[in-house]
């Protein structure tokens, strides 16, 4: 494994220099698998209603990987055990958890695909990427699956309070500019703790944690379910489903090869593998939109 990480911090508007820690974490981030996340939206069609919210999951997976440093620093000064190993097993856990996502995330999670979801997917991009990196990523698919031993390490990456959640609140609260949204991430962080192998909040966090699940709740009301957004991702949706009723009919639409793919063949849980998975990950926004811009002139 190569050690010369060039780049070893990115600029985000939120939490300001994010390291990276290692080489593998490095090469994972410069992966094309992981580079395409550049491209897929964090928030659908979203910027429709919050011209702002133009970040993408590449973002967010950065975010939510400075969040689970910070918390790994804080249980390690707590006297709570976790192994350079566990370290980097989360770290690559959080980093590729919504590897999966498919163009405009969750707007499109059904449509190109049917009955799999973008954690299965992300699962499979884990095991292809493991391959590559030649075991690297054992242990933190392990974590990403929920079946490491040590709870508490599962649920820093999968849980009601894990640096996914924290990420995506504090981030999207930013990018759509709705206060309301925005919650102590740090604050959180530092009142975490280990008991029994669970992780916990401390007491003197319960105010935070109030105002974490409501702030949650502000943002599903006035952003995530908000009446326009959720007709754009309908009308999308409809889009996708008329395109696959035509080409079946033999009718010549024009559009990228990947989407073509996705458009003539139903794919499923029961015949999504590598093959069509590297089709999946070379489909991002830019293909739904060209599309959708050639298609607009159809007869």
């Given amino acids: 494994m190569s050690k010369s990480n060039k780049l070893k911090i990115f600029n985000d508007p939120i939490y300001g220099f994010i390291r990276i820690p290692d080489a593998l974490t490095f090469n994972l981030i410069a992966d094309p698998y992981f580079q395409r996340l550049r491209r897929i939206s964090q928030m659908g069609l979203s910027y429709l209603v919050y011209p702002g919210a133009h970040h993408t999951r590449f973002h967010h997976a950065l975010g939510s990987m400075h969040l689970m440093q910070e918390a790994i620093q804080l249980l390690r000064f707590k006297g709570v055990e976790v192994t350079d190993e566990e370290s980097q097993g989360l770290l690559c856990a959080i980093l590729l958890h919504d590897i999966g996502h498919g163009p405009f995330s969750h707007a499109m999670e059904h449509s190109l695909v049917e009955g799999i979801n973008h954690e299965a997917i992300s699962h499979l991009f884990m095991e292809v990427l493991n391959r590559k990196f030649n075991g690297s990523l054992t242990l933190g698919i392990e974590i990403f699956k929920g079946t490491y031993s040590k709870k508490f390490l599962n649920q820093l990456v999968s849980s009601q309070l894990d640096m996914d959640r924290l990420d995506y609140l504090k981030r999207d609260s930013f990018y759509t500019g709705v206060a309301e949204g925005n919650i102590n991430a740090e604050r959180l962080i530092t009142m975490l703790n280990v008991v029994d192998g669970e992780l916990v909040v401390e007491e003197k966090g319960i105010y935070s944690v109030e105002k974490f699940l409501m702030a949650r709740r502000f943002m599903y009301w006035q952003v995530y379910l908000h009446k326009t957004g959720l007709v754009a991702e309908q009308l999308l949706i409809k ?61």
């Avoid at 998975?277 to 007869?299: G, V, Y």
Wanted: glycine letters at 0%; hydrophobic letters at 45%; proline letters at 3%.
């Fill in 239 to 299: 889009t996708l489903q008329r395109a696959k009723e035509l080409v079946h009919m033999k009718f010549e639409l024009a559009c990228s090869p990947p989407l073509m793919f996705f458009l003539k063949n139903k794919i499923d849980n029961t015949n999504f593998d590598i093959a069509v998975l590297d089709r999946f990950a070379s489909l991002d926004d830019t293909d739904i939109l060209a599309a959708i811009k050639q298609w607009q002139h159809s007869t």
